[in-house]
């Protein structure tokens, strides 16, 4: 079985094909075609560390990630999360190829938000606003580069100085990165990938601005302000995950009845009268469609390299 590092599993995933895929692993996962347990999160004895498993079961492939989180390990100057995304045929079990997980995470969370961005905005995307500057941040700042040339991207962080390195170290002349500005005008689309605990996001509720919050993953976190979720139509990707996991909208009070899945969105275009709140929390299946890319994409190669 060949594993692939992470600039590798990068170049696997190309967000076209990738987005394209979600949107088809959306539709099958909500069908019933894919079999995908809530994830599985055991502490460790000590260093607080933290082992999570993620398996899946398509009718055409089988995927399993296994993580580790280590908060203390950038003083050791070592990654805070590892891991690996093994992928099987489903029809009779061969192990065909391991990714790298923390890319794949990456790159699948941040392609989701922009299947979001294609399902809901009606038009044309020129102003994006990206709160945080960790890895998520760049994760939607290379898809929306790959997706949304030419479009101007705004980032907001803890300080000036993050702001400012982040802007400098990922600029590309695909897009326009600069830091937010206190006159900036509505946004399009507004993006937090951070870990807070409290709101990062207190704008009003806008038909003209869809809201995607990314970075909360647990009931205690929150960064989109209970008044914006309950004025908006609610969406999340993962109807099975997100009452346990989508602090956004627990804090928020608002019933589950009222919270639709990506899913349905995809058949039925929500009130375009009505603002719009994203939630992901993502889910194993999104790791299958990665792996569906993975496979097609090695297909392509070995085609060409036959030719």
Not at 173 to 182: C, I, N, S
Not at 274 to 289: E, Q
């Amino acid at each position: 079985m060949k594993h692939y590092c992470a600039t590798q599993t990068q170049a696997l995933l190309p967000f076209p094909a990738l987005v394209d895929m979600l949107a088809r692993t959306v539709r099958d996962y909500a069908g019933g075609a894919i079999a995908c347990p809530e994830r599985t999160t055991i502490p460790t004895h000590d260093a607080g560390g933290v082992l999570m498993c993620m398996p899946t079961v398509g009718v055409d492939l089988v995927a399993a990630k296994v993580l580790t989180i280590f908060g203390a390990n950038a003083a050791l100057h070592l990654p805070t999360v590892q891991g690996i995304v093994t992928c099987a045929d489903a029809h009779d079990g061969r192990f065909l190829f391991g990714l790298d997980g923390p890319t794949v995470t990456m790159r699948r969370t941040s392609a989701i938000s922009m299947l979001a961005i294609r399902t809901f905005i009606h038009g044309h995307v020129r102003r994006v606003l990206v709160i945080g500057t960790g890895t998520q941040a760049l994760a939607h700042v290379e898809a929306l580069a790959a997706l949304h040339p030419a479009i101007e991207v705004a980032i907001r962080g803890r300080t000036p100085e993050r702001v400012a390195r982040f802007c400098t170290q990922y600029a590309t002349d695909r897009l326009t990165l600069r830091p937010e500005l206190a006159e900036d005008g509505p946004f399009d689309v507004v993006i937090t990938t951070t870990s807070s605990s409290t709101p990062v996001y207190d704008g009003p509720a806008d038909p003209r601005c869809l809201v995607i919050g990314v970075g909360a993953y647990r009931p205690d976190m929150a960064e989109i302000a209970p008044s914006v979720v309950r004025a908006s139509q609610v969406y999340v990707d993962d109807p099975v995950g997100a009452p346990s996991e989508a602090g956004d909208i627990l804090q928020a009070g608002l019933p589950w009845d009222e919270v639709r899945a990506l899913a349905q969105a995809l058949e039925t275009p929500p009130d375009r009268t009505r603002p719009v709140f994203f939630k992901s929390v993502g889910c194993a299946a999104w790791d299958l469609a990665a792996c569906r890319v993975a496979r097609d994409m090695q297909a392509r190669a070995g085609d060409d390299a036959g030719m």
